[in-house]
Nanobody
Framework: QVQLVESGGGLVQSGGSLRLSCAAS????????MGWFRQAPGKEREFVAA????????YYADSVKGRFTISRDNTKDTVYLQMNSLKPEDTAVYYC????????????????WGQGTQVTVSS
């Protein structure tokens, strides 16, 4: 079973940047697609970004396209989310997740989840 641990969250001003990391342990995630989701207070969890096992295919929610970049380092079993031009509406707990497939598909299940890291963007 894979364990996912997110880090890099914090408090940042509007327009600032943060880089989230998701480190996997227990089992390599290099064969699997990975994703980032977020949940704001009082809202449902929503998809943010995903990438295939190879890292060649990436997918983004419209709300973050052009501002966020997902990437992975399979030698370190780590996935990243670079977040630029942050807005107050990006405030949420951000979760890393792993599929049991090499590809991402809309609505596809993610088998493993991290505990989340808080991102707060002040105006």
């Amino acid at each position: 079973q894979v364990q996912l641990v997110e880090s890099g969250g914090g408090l940042v001003q509007s327009g600032g940047s943060l880089r989230l990391s998701c480190a996997a342990s227990g089992r390599t995630v290099s064969p699997y697609a990975m994703g980032w989701f977020r949940q704001a207070p009082g809202k449902e969890r929503e998809f943010v970004a995903a990438l295939s096992a190879s890292g060649r295919s990436t997918y983004y929610a419209d709300s973050v396209k052009g501002r966020f970049t997902i990437s992975r380092d399979n030698t370190k079993d780590t996935v990243y989310l670079q977040m630029n031009s942050l807005k107050p509406e990006d405030t949420a707990v951000y979760y890393c997740a792993a599929r049991d497939r090499s590809y991402y598909s809309v609505g596809g299940d993610f088998a493993s989840w991290g505990q989340g890291t808080q991102v707060t963007v002040s105006s």
